[in-house]
C-alpha cells in the first residue's frame, strides 16, 4: 500500500513538475522578447510640425502621423466619459484585464470558431497599439495581456488614459483625439458637442467602417449607440440625450486644406532637414515661422498662371498641343533678405522641379546690370560713352573670332552708358566687359551671390553663364539695398513642441559694392522702366527700377527688378530648352508677370525712395550722348553722377 502512495506521489510530483515546467517555458516564452515598459515614462508620441507664413497663415503640416498633442485636462470631460463608456465601462477598477469580458468573449470565439470577440481593456489596447502588431492570434492576446498588467503597475489610470487618448487611431488620417476634432469637425477639443464628442468616441472600435467621411451612415449609427449607451449607465440626461441624438452630423466644410505655396514649403522642408534632421521634423510637433507673405504667393502663383495663358495663346496651335511653357517667380524683402514669395512652376508634386531655386538658365541681357555696376565701381560714370559699332573679337577661349551683334541688328555710334544700358545694346556692353576684364566680372558675380558657374570670357556680359533666378534676384537687390548683399533665407524662427524657441534666423551679408555706386545702377536701372525694354512697366507706380533678359532663339525669357522694398525676378522658358516662339522676349513674356505681382507688392508696402548717398549729385546730360547739358534742354534728364573729388 505505501509503495503505491509512493509511486503516486512520484507521478503526482513529476506530472506538476512538468506542469510547472512548462507554464514557466510559456511565460518566458510570452515575456522574452517584451519591450521594456520603463520606456514608456520618455514616450512621446509623434506630433505634427506645421509651417506659417509671416502673417502665420497655415502653409503645411508634416507629419508620420497626423496627430495634436493635448494634456487630459484640455479633453472635453463628455469625450473622456464617452469613450470610457462604450470602449471599458470599468476602466478605473480593473488592473488592465477585464476577466468577466474575456470569459465571455472565449465563449463567442469557441461556439463560432473565430476571432468575434476581443474583450480588450484601453490598457490592453494601448499595449498593443505601441508594442504589438495587430495581428490576431493566442500568443499576441497573451503578450498582450502580460503588457497591460505590466503597464497598470507602473502607471496611474489617468496616465494611461491620457497616452490612449493622444495615441489612438480614429480614422481619416487622425490620430488622437484632438487631430480627430480638427479634422472632422474642423475644432478644437473645446468646442465639440456632447453629439460629436460621441461621434468620435465610437470611431475607436473600427476607425475607417465608422468615419463620417467613408460611411456617414454608419458613422450616425455608431454614434447614436455611444449616446444610448450613456444615457442607460446615467452619464448623460434625458434632455442632453435627445438633443445630442437630433443633432445632424456638421462635418468640416471641406479637409484641413492641402500644402499652400508647395514649391516654398518644399524649399522649406529641405532647410529643416539639413538642419534639424528628418526625424525631428516628422515626430517633433515644432511650429516654423517663414519669411513668406502669404497675400504676395497668391498674387505670384496668380501672375503666373495669367502670365502662361497668354503665353500660350500665342502660340500656334500645332505647338500648343506639344509643349507647355514653365515659369517661376522669387521675390525678396529688400531690407531683410526674407523670401516673400516662391513659385517653382506650374504646377507642384513631392518631386516637382522648382525652377526658382534648382534650375540653371542663361540670363541674358538681364546680367547686362551686373556689367555696368562693376564698371561703375571701377571709376566708370553713366555718362561716359562707349561705341556702338561692328566689332571682331579675338580673345574666345576657341581662338575664333567672335562678332557679337545687337538684338535689333543696327548700330547707334557713340552713347553714354545710361543709354547703352537703357535700350541693352550687345556691343557696347561686351566693350566695357573688355575694358574691365572677365576675370574680374567673375569676382564680382561671385561677391554678388552668383556662385561658381561664370566662366571669365567676352560673352559673359550677354549673360551665357548660366545662374539661378534666386541668386540674380538677390544680386539685384544689391543695388536697391545700398551695395549690401544679404543672403536669401526663407525660416525666421522655429519652436518646439512646448512653445520655446529653439532656432533664429542669422542674416549672412556683407557689403559686395559701394552706397553711391549701388544708387547710380539704380538710376540706371530707373531709366530702363521709364524710356528703355521695360518701359510697359511705366504704368505703376514708382519707384522702380529692372531689366529685361532675352536669350538666343528666344529659349529664356526674363524680367528682374525692384522697389525701395522688394525686389523679384521672373523667368519663362521651356524645360527643354527650345524655343517660346519668335517675339517672346523678356519685355514681352515675363514682365506683365512681373508687373501684376509687383502691382499688389508694392500695395501693400509704404510708400519709399531709392536711396541717395550724400557723395552723389544729380546733373543735367543729354542721356543718349552723355553731354552736360541745361537744365532746361529739350534731351535734359537729371541722372546721377559722383561728386568731384576736391585737390
Same mark, same amino acid.
Given at each position: 500500500?505505501?509503495?503505491?502512495?509512493?509511486?503516486?506521489?512520484?507521478?503526482?510530483?513529476? $506530472?506538476?513538475?512538468?506542469?510547472?515546467?512548462?507554464?514557466?517555458?510559456? #511565460?518566458? @516564452?510570452?515575456?522574452?522578447?517584451?519591450?521594456?515598459?520603463?520606456?514608456?515614462?520618455?514616450?512621446? +508620441?509623434?506630433?505634427?510640425?506645421?509651417?506659417?507664413?509671416?502673417?502665420?497663415?497655415?502653409?503645411?503640416?508634416?507629419?508620420?502621423?497626423?496627430?495634436?498633442?493635448?494634456?487630459?485636462? *484640455?479633453?472635453?470631460?463628455?469625450?473622456?466619459?464617452?469613450?470610457?463608456?462604450?470602449?471599458?465601462?470599468?476602466?478605473?477598477?480593473?488592473?488592465?484585464?477585464?476577466?468577466?469580458?474575456?470569459?465571455? /468573449?472565449?465563449?463567442?470565439?469557441?461556439?463560432?470558431?473565430?476571432?468575434?470577440?476581443?474583450?480588450?481593456?484601453?490598457?490592453?489596447?494601448?499595449?498593443?497599439?505601441?508594442?504589438?502588431?495587430?495581428?490576431?492570434?493566442?500568443?499576441?492576446?497573451?503578450?498582450?495581456?502580460?503588457?497591460?498588467? *505590466?503597464?497598470?503597475?507602473?502607471?496611474?489610470?489617468?496616465?494611461?488614459?491620457?497616452?490612449?487618448?493622444? =495615441?489612438?487611431?480614429?480614422?481619416?488620417?487622425?490620430?488622437?483625439?484632438?487631430?480627430?476634432? !480638427?479634422?472632422?469637425?474642423?475644432?478644437?477639443?473645446?468646442?465639440?458637442?456632447?453629439?460629436?464628442?460621441?461621434?468620435?468616441?465610437?470611431?475607436?472600435?473600427?476607425?475607417?467602417?465608422?468615419?463620417?467621411?467613408?460611411?456617414?451612415?454608419?458613422?450616425?449609427?455608431?454614434?447614436?449607440? $455611444?449616446?444610448?449607451?450613456?444615457?442607460?449607465?446615467?452619464?448623460?440626461?434625458?434632455?442632453? #440625450?435627445?438633443?445630442?441624438?437630433?443633432?445632424?452630423?456638421?462635418?468640416?466644410?471641406?479637409?484641413?486644406?492641402?500644402?499652400?505655396?508647395?514649391?516654398?514649403?518644399?524649399?522649406?522642408?529641405?532647410?529643416?532637414?539639413?538642419?534639424?534632421? /528628418?526625424?525631428?521634423?516628422?515626430?517633433?510637433?515644432?511650429?516654423?515661422?517663414?519669411?513668406?507673405?502669404?497675400?504676395?504667393?497668391?498674387?505670384?502663383?496668380?501672375?503666373?498662371?495669367?502670365?502662361?495663358?497668354?503665353?500660350?495663346?500665342?502660340?500656334?496651335?500645332?505647338?500648343?498641343?506639344?509643349?507647355?511653357?514653365?515659369?517661376?517667380?522669387?521675390?525678396?524683402?529688400?531690407?531683410?533678405?526674407?523670401?516673400?514669395?516662391?513659385?517653382?512652376?506650374?504646377?507642384?508634386?513631392?518631386?516637382?522641379?522648382?525652377?526658382?531655386?534648382?534650375?540653371?538658365?542663361? +540670363?541674358?541681357?538681364?546680367?547686362?546690370?551686373?556689367?555696368?555696376?562693376?564698371?561703375?565701381?571701377?571709376? #566708370?560714370?553713366?555718362?561716359?560713352?562707349?561705341?556702338?559699332?561692328?566689332?571682331?573679337?579675338?580673345?574666345?577661349?576657341?581662338?575664333?573670332?567672335? =562678332?557679337?551683334?545687337?538684338? @535689333?541688328?543696327?548700330? @547707334?555710334?557713340?552713347?553714354?552708358?545710361?543709354? /547703352?544700358?537703357?535700350?541693352?545694346?550687345?556691343?557696347?556692353? $561686351?566693350?566695357?566687359?573688355?575694358?574691365?576684364?572677365?576675370?574680374?566680372?567673375?569676382?564680382?558675380?561671385?561677391?554678388?551671390?552668383?556662385?561658381?558657374?561664370?566662366?571669365?570670357?567676352?560673352?559673359?556680359?550677354?549673360?551665357?553663364?548660366?545662374?539661378?533666378?534666386?541668386?540674380?534676384?538677390?544680386?539685384?537687390?544689391?543695388?536697391?539695398?545700398?551695395?549690401?548683399?544679404?543672403?536669401?533665407?526663407?525660416?525666421?524662427?522655429?519652436?518646439?513642441?512646448?512653445?520655446?524657441?529653439?532656432?533664429?534666423? !542669422?542674416?549672412?551679408?556683407?557689403?559686395?559694392?559701394?552706397?553711391?555706386?549701388?544708387?547710380?545702377?539704380?538710376?540706371?536701372?530707373?531709366? $530702363?522702366?521709364?524710356?528703355?525694354?521695360?518701359? !510697359?512697366?511705366?504704368?505703376?507706380?514708382?519707384?522702380?527700377?529692372?531689366?529685361?533678359?532675352?536669350?538666343?532663339?528666344?529659349?529664356?525669357?526674363?524680367?528682374?527688378?525692384?522697389?525701395?522694398?522688394?525686389?523679384?525676378?521672373?523667368?519663362?522658358?521651356?524645360?527643354?530648352?527650345?524655343?517660346?516662339?519668335?517675339?517672346?522676349?523678356?519685355?514681352?513674356?515675363?514682365? +506683365?508677370?512681373?508687373?501684376?505681382?509687383? !502691382?499688389?507688392?508694392?500695395?501693400?508696402?509704404?510708400?519709399?525712395?531709392?536711396?541717395?548717398?550724400?557723395?552723389?549729385?544729380?546733373?543735367?546730360?543729354?542721356?543718349?550722348?552723355?553731354?552736360?547739358?541745361?537744365?532746361?534742354?529739350?534731351?535734359?534728364?537729371?541722372?546721377?553722377?559722383?561728386?568731384?573729388?576736391?585737390?
Amino acid at each position: 500500500m505505501k509503495t503505491k502512495r509512493l509511486k503516486a506521489m512520484i507521478w503526482i510530483t513529476a $506530472v506538476t513538475g512538468i506542469l510547472c515546467g512548462i507554464t514557466a517555458g510559456l #511565460f518566458l @516564452s510570452l515575456t522574452r522578447d517584451l519591450p521594456q515598459i520603463q520606456t514608456l515614462e520618455s514616450f512621446t +508620441p509623434s506630433a505634427i510640425t506645421r509651417i506659417y507664413s509671416s502673417e502665420h497663415e497655415l502653409l503645411s503640416e508634416l507629419f508620420l502621423e497626423k496627430r495634436d498633442l493635448v494634456s487630459l485636462d *484640455q479633453i472635453p470631460a463628455h469625450l473622456k466619459t464617452a469613450l470610457l463608456t462604450i470602449e471599458d465601462r470599468h476602466f478605473y477598477e480593473h488592473s488592465g484585464l477585464a476577466i468577466k469580458g474575456i470569459l465571455r /468573449a472565449m465563449a463567442q470565439n469557441i461556439r463560432k470558431r473565430r476571432f468575434a470577440q476581443g474583450a480588450s481593456t484601453l490598457t490592453q489596447q494601448l499595449a498593443k497599439t505601441l508594442f504589438l502588431t495587430p495581428r490576431k492570434t493566442i500568443t499576441r492576446k497573451l503578450r498582450e495581456a502580460v503588457l497591460a498588467i *505590466q503597464i497598470e503597475r507602473r502607471y496611474t489610470k489617468d496616465e494611461i488614459l491620457w497616452l490612449y487618448l493622444n =495615441q489612438i487611431y480614429l480614422g481619416s488620417g487622425a490620430y488622437g483625439v484632438a487631430s480627430a476634432a !480638427k479634422i472632422y469637425f474642423g475644432k478644437n477639443l473645446q468646442d465639440l458637442t456632447l453629439s460629436q464628442c460621441a461621434l468620435i468616441a465610437g470611431l475607436a472600435q473600427a476607425p475607417s467602417r465608422y468615419s463620417p467621411l467613408n460611411n456617414p451612415e454608419l458613422a450616425l449609427k455608431r454614434r447614436n449607440i $455611444v449616446l444610448r449607451r450613456m444615457h442607460a449607465t446615467g452619464a448623460i440626461d434625458t434632455p442632453s #440625450f435627445d438633443h445630442a441624438v437630433a443633432e445632424k452630423i456638421d462635418l468640416a466644410a471641406s479637409p484641413p486644406s492641402d500644402t499652400r505655396a508647395p514649391f516654398y514649403v518644399a524649399y522649406i522642408k529641405e532647410k529643416l532637414e539639413e538642419a534639424l534632421g /528628418a526625424d525631428q521634423i516628422y515626430k517633433g510637433g515644432l511650429t516654423v515661422f517663414t519669411t513668406l507673405s502669404y497675400d504676395l504667393q497668391q498674387a505670384a502663383e496668380a501672375a503666373i498662371e495669367q502670365g502662361l495663358s497668354q503665353i500660350e495663346e500665342r502660340m500656334p496651335a500645332s505647338k500648343r498641343s506639344k509643349q507647355s511653357p514653365q515659369a517661376a517667380l522669387v521675390a525678396l524683402d529688400i531690407e531683410t533678405g526674407g523670401i516673400l514669395s516662391m513659385v517653382g512652376g506650374r504646377s507642384a508634386g513631392p518631386t516637382s522641379f522648382n525652377r526658382a531655386t534648382m534650375a540653371q538658365r542663361q +540670363p541674358g541681357s538681364a546680367f547686362k546690370p551686373l556689367v555696368f555696376a562693376l564698371a561703375i565701381e571701377r571709376g #566708370f560714370e553713366q555718362s561716359q560713352t562707349l561705341l556702338d559699332a561692328p566689332v571682331i573679337f579675338h580673345s574666345s577661349p576657341s581662338h575664333q573670332d567672335w =562678332q557679337p551683334r545687337n538684338f @535689333s541688328n543696327d548700330y @547707334s555710334g557713340e552713347i553714354s552708358l545710361r543709354w /547703352a544700358l537703357m535700350h541693352s545694346r550687345n556691343i557696347p556692353a $561686351v566693350r566695357l566687359l573688355e575694358k574691365i576684364g572677365p576675370s574680374a566680372m567673375v569676382q564680382f558675380g561671385q561677391d554678388l551671390g552668383l556662385g561658381s558657374n561664370l566662366k571669365p570670357e567676352l560673352s559673359l556680359a550677354l549673360g551665357t553663364s548660366e545662374v539661378r533666378l534666386i541668386d540674380l534676384t538677390a544680386a539685384y537687390a544689391v543695388f536697391a539695398n545700398g551695395g549690401k548683399h544679404i543672403s536669401p533665407y526663407a525660416i525666421s524662427e522655429i519652436r518646439d513642441a512646448a512653445g520655446a524657441a529653439i532656432w533664429h534666423a !542669422k542674416t549672412e551679408q556683407h557689403i559686395a559694392m559701394s552706397r553711391s555706386g549701388a544708387a547710380i545702377v539704380t538710376d540706371m536701372l530707373e531709366a $530702363v522702366i521709364k524710356s528703355g525694354t521695360g518701359r !510697359k512697366a511705366r504704368s505703376l507706380p514708382g519707384p522702380l527700377a529692372g531689366k529685361t533678359g532675352t536669350t538666343n532663339d528666344y529659349k529664356d525669357a526674363l524680367f528682374i527688378g525692384y522697389s525701395p522694398s522688394v525686389c523679384a525676378g521672373v523667368w519663362v522658358g521651356n524645360d527643354d530648352g527650345s524655343s517660346l516662339g519668335r517675339g517672346e522676349t523678356g519685355a514681352r513674356a515675363a514682365l +506683365p508677370i512681373w508687373m501684376r505681382y509687383m !502691382k499688389e507688392a508694392t500695395a501693400r508696402r509704404a510708400q519709399k525712395y531709392f536711396d541717395i548717398p550724400d557723395d552723389v549729385i544729380r546733373l543735367s546730360i543729354d542721356p543718349r550722348t552723355g553731354e552736360s547739358v541745361d537744365d532746361t534742354g529739350a534731351n535734359a534728364v537729371r541722372v546721377l553722377l559722383r561728386k568731384p573729388t576736391s585737390g
